[in-house]
């Protein structure tokens, strides 16, 4: 027999309340397009200030205890005190993500660039990297590789995988036995082309050749339009190779825009792909961090309303009626399985989640509780002079 509705309801709560996202550290800085970069006031002047804005959303929302550093934007003389005044606001450091698009060396390519020097040079960056993780206690290496050519015939397709699968496994014998590799793929932009890393399946196919400790990270904004995300994540978790989510929306290209909030339906469908596979599992070792951008919107209430959006999708996900709806799919029953998922994903599950905030001590309302803290007005008063921090600075 199915668990009641009452019954479902309880296990949600209890496995929300243990959910953890994960914040960009970029989240917090200036960003824009290619066109304009609006600077907005209060913005943080170093990864110090960004570290205690991530702090904000896990105090108001208790399911982001982890912040996640852009090297070398994060760069900072010591790891270690970074990490302690992480500890002291309450977070700690997570993903570590190495940066190798933005020097000029690196116009033809990072680790697949035809010129050896380069090459090196970047793969010394992913190994600095490496450092940083065994400095900050991170477990994961995050690696997104802006490498492609624009022109048929610029470069050798397959000479450029060879090198990408040199660099990546050099890397991954520097790992310790604890640290992972998460490998990102994009279907275009800036290389308009070829990417190297293009999709899942060639993110895929150089995990598997290096081994169980290097995994696939889904950005859901780095696909065709109209790709079905939910079942790239559905076998990826199958084959043990889903290492997390970089989430974001995307109406367009990559918008990097609030995770759910151009298609919640979409991310319910990823996070019920996830919650059948015992994905949120602590074991099932799956990260799932925020990749987004505030262009336009205040920064840190743009945080807090994505990590809800995350919760109220993962909170639908989690009251579907697996057992019936195991039942009807072996029975045939094609409307009636559909409608068991329709069900679950039109409940509204804002209050459920609400009581879970409150059963941890927070405010139901977390956007309400920033508002009130005061935090926003402070540090526009106190970030005064100074560079504030951007997308590449
Ligand atoms: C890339 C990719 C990476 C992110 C950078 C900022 O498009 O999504 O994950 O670190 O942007
Ligand atoms: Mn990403």
């Not at 934007?73 to 992480?86: P, S």
């Not at 991310?267 to 596979?277: D, G």
């Not at 807090?304 to 995350?310: C, K, L, P, W």
Request: aromatic share 8%.
């Amino acid at each position: 027999m199915s668990p009641t509705i009452e019954g479902r309801h309880r296990a949600a709560m209890d496995r929300l309340g243990a959910q953890a996202i994960e914040l960009p550290s970029w989240a917090f800085g200036n960003s824009g397009t290619r066109f304009k970069v609006f600077a907005q006031k209060g913005v943080p002047r170093d990864p110090f200030e960004k570290v205690a804005d991530a702090a904000q959303v896990h105090r108001f929302t208790g399911v982001a205890p982890s912040v996640a550093l852009h090297i070398p934007w994060d760069t900072v003389e010591d790891y270690d005190v970074l990490a302690r005044h992480a500890a002291e606001l309450g977070v700690r450091i997570g993903t570590i993500n190495a940066n190798v698009f933005q020097d000029d060396d690196y116009m033809l390519g990072s680790v697949t660039n035809p010129d050896p020097r380069v090459r090196r040079k970047a793969t010394d960056h992913l190994l600095a990297c490496v450092d940083v993780m065994d400095a900050t206690g991170s477990r994961d290496l995050k690696l997104w590789f802006s490498d492609g050519t624009n022109y048929p015939g610029q470069d050798d397709i397959a000479a450029r995988q060879d090198r990408l699968a040199t660099a990546l496994a050099e890397v991954y014998r520097r790992l310790a036995p604890h640290q992972r590799m998460l490998l990102e793929y994009k279907l275009f932009e800036p290389a308009f082309y070829t990417m190297d890393v293009p999709d899942w399946g060639t993110a895929y196919a150089h995990c598997l050749e290096l081994g169980p400790q290097a995994k696939v990270v889904v950005d859901t904004g780095h696909h065709a339009p109209g790709t079905n995300i939910e079942f790239i994540v559905a076998l990826l978790l199958r084959a043990k190779k889903l290492g997390g989510f970089d989430f974001n929306s995307r109406f367009y290209a990559d918008d990097d825009l609030m995770v759910g909030a151009a298609d919640p339906f979409q991310l319910f469908r990823i996070m019920l792909e996830v919650v059948q596979a015992g994905g949120l599992d602590a074991e099932a070792g799956i990260a799932f961090m925020l990749d987004q951008c505030h262009n336009i919107e205040p920064k840190i209430r743009g945080q807090i309303r994505s990590v809800m959006n995350v919760q109220e999708a993962t909170a639908k996900a989690l009251l579907v009626d697996t057992q019936a709806l195991a039942a009807a799919q072996t029975a045939g029953d094609v409307l009636g399985a559909n409608a068991i998922v329709m069900d679950a994903y039109n409940t509204d599950t804002r209050p459920l989640v609400a009581e879970v905030r409150s059963e941890a001590g927070l405010d139901p309302d977390p956007v309400a509780a920033y508002a009130r803290s005061g935090y926003a007005e402070r540090i526009v008063a106190e970030r005064v002079g100074g560079n504030q921090a951007g997308w590449g600075a």
